[in-house]
């Protein structure tokens, strides 16, 4: 047992020692990562000393951009189980080589989720009040309190899953089923649950017309497996390129497929929610209005969601087009989806709901230089943890690390 | 790609590499210090008490007893002023309504700088718990009241519509809460620890009445301004990064006082009482008068009614 634990550290070690190797653009990238960073952790102290007054927050918007990159990320997060699902439920092996980078992704991912909700806090030192069995959590009342454990939990089991199937490669053992198999299963059920549950955390709130809508959190997932696998897409070209581990064209193509059913589904469920919106043209419709028409004067939302709208028609469009078998345009496509997404999901989606305010008044939100640096920040951050998290596997996925003594095997 | 990596690790690419990794850490460690310069300008650190302290409903009478000195202590130091902060409990069979009367209230908004002085809200930046509504008459549409009217009251053509906290029977706010530091007492008052509240802000999205307001900075109130006679729950200064709300007064109420709100209001179109007791005035207004709870159709039980005369 002490001698696992212990050979279980010299690999982490190993793998860790593996970050400080690369050529100039590797450092390059992690130097300019690691400066908007600390760019970010500087804007993130000048809050902390100053409260959120140096956000464009106010009692009428109470929530914003971090809210917003939350939403967006707990979806990246969840949609590794759109790589994990056709490999272990379907057997379908062409995604077989990538799954793992797609969860290491979701680790990544869902750490900047917690930074993000830990930015937003006005008492980030009472973080333990969170912790259940020491604070006073409300379970299973408050939906937040379900994001927490769900949260978490993804983490937990992605790490877990990572950590337990990369050591067994390296040390060219085959893995005991028992230890990944039922929580690779778990995972899968996790991950539709952490989006549920976020988009559950708005859906819930009968005073919010704009959010009341049992569409949500269809929507939510449809638009997180366009975004997460569109990522990913872009992601493994990288990988390929920079370093010797092999992806196929085949894996890439099968991404294309699965972000081309979901975005085709996403924009259908955003039609059907503007539908019930704007032909029903009750009071309630007043958030709809003013994100996509401005309400009595005032149009903060409407170049934000007409740019979200373009993107997406034209991911769309390149994505149902046979065009996008070509990589340079599946690339573009994905990038426009993720973008067009990112606001859909962020400034499209939570701040429409506290404009007009509860009592009708319109106050509009402006996010701040502090609050787009710290978002930055957390960001380069979490792209950094991906980073570190590839140099870290991929020696051990191509063979090229393996334990001291043994043989260098080839690619698994 | 893979040679130049190689190229990289053999020979005296390893001095290079160690040199420029040292030279690395040292501006990494430089400029993390730099990053954090701004918290040098913190001043509201929570001493190792306050950091530790146990959520409201776990305190035992001796905890609360030295909580309730140890904020006297800082009111003190703060403001100048030895504060009568108390934490008083809720009266057995005590259950408070409001009533206001929305065919008298002339919107003078002196319901709102009574509750402001009453219950210490920061002056700066300046945050209110009642919002008055200037309506149109023949509209209950609140989208196109304004909030920000100016000049003579009452003014011909218009109603007035003051929203406070409704004290919901149902009140999403509380279940919203992820850490319990807000909660209904027994007499009806949704109240907020400040020493709990995480700041998390979800009781504000999920509030329908726009009754919950957010310390965005420290709250700033002038000495010689400061309400010394406090209650734990409700009119104590508040930290900065926490919510508060109307608490009903109930400081004042739980003593057997009107709220500041109802005891300024010259029009007397704030009524407040007990709707456990068939006789309070609160009760007979809701039996006999024309009464009617806003956004009924969000199903949030309010404590808090309009009516008018005919």
Partial sequence: MINDLKDYFVFVGRCLAKTIEGDWRYFLWMTALSAVTLLGLNAYCKQFASGLMVTGMSDQVSWG???????????????????????????????????????????????????????????????????????????????????????????????????????????????????????????????????????????????????????????????????????????????????????????????????????????????????????????????????????????????????????????????????????????????????????????????????????????????????????????????????????????????????????????? | MNDEERELDGGSGGMTRAAFLAGAATSAVAATAAALAPLKDVTDLPSLEEFLQQHYKELTPEDKAAILERISKQVEKDYGVRPNLTDQPPIPGVEFGYALNIGRCIGCRKCVYACVKENNQSRDPQLQYIRVLKMRKGSIDVETSDHHYEGQVPEEGFYYMPVQCHQCRKAPCVKACPVKATWQEPDGVVVVDYNWCIGCRYCMAACPYWARRFNFAQPEIPAGELNPDMGYLSNRPRPKGVVEKCTFCLHRTRNGKYPACAEVCPTGSRKFGNLLDPESEVSQIIKNKRVYVLKEEVGTLPRFYYYFDL
Wanted: glycine share 8%; hydrophobic share 55%.
């Fill in chain 1, 65 to 412: 951009l971090y809210i917003a990159n939350f939403t967006f990320l707990v979806g990246m997060a969840a949609a590794a189980v759109m790589l994990v699902i056709p490999v272990y439920v379907y057997k379908d092996e062409t995604l077989h080589d990538v799954v793992i980078l797609g969860e290491l992704l979701a680790v990544a991912v869902i750490v900047m989720c917690l930074l993000f909700v830990t930015a937003d806090l006005g008492r980030p030192d009472r973080f333990w009040h969170m912790v259940p069995g020491i604070g006073k959590f409300n379970w299973p009342i408050s939906m937040l309190s379900w994001d927490v454990i769900v949260l978490n939990g993804y983490l937990a089991l992605n790490a877990h899953i990572c950590g337990y199937l990369v050591y067994m490669v390296y040390c060219g053992r085959k893995p005991a089923k028992m230890w990944y198999l039922p929580f690779v299963f778990i995972a899968i059920f996790w991950a539709i649950s952490i989006h549920t549950v976020t988009a559950f955390l708005y859906v819930g709130l009968g005073g919010r017309p704009f959010w009341n809508s049992a569409i949500v959190a269809p929507r939510f997932l449809a638009s997180a497996f366009t975004a997460g696998p569109g990522f990913l897409i872009l992601t493994l070209q990288f990988i390929r390129r920079l370093t010797k581990y092999q992806v196929s064209d085949k894996a890439l193509m099968m991404l294309r497929s699965i972000v081309q059913v979901s975005m085709v589904i996403n924009v259908f469920l955003l039609f059907c929610e503007l539908f019930k919106e704007f032909y029903t043209d009750s009071a309630h419709v007043a958030s709809a209005k003013y994100l996509f028409f401005g309400l009595h004067g005032h149009f903060g939302l409407v170049p934000w969601i007409w740019t979200a709208m373009a993107l997406d028609a034209a991911a769309l469009i390149l994505l149902v087009l046979p065009l996008s078998k070509s990589l340079k345009y599946l690339d573009l496509a994905c990038v426009l989806a993720i973008v067009g997404i990112w606001i859909e999901k962020g400034m499209g989606m939570v701040i429409p709901a506290f404009v007009p305010s509860q009592l009708g008044e319109i106050v509009e939100y402006f996010p701040t230089l502090n609050e787009w640096l710290i978002c930055g920040g957390i960001w380069a951050f979490g792209l950094l943890l991906y980073t570190l998290f590839l140099k870290m596997t991929i020696p051990v996925l191509t063979g090229d690390l393996r334990p001291a003594g043994a043989a260098p095997g080839g690619p698994h």
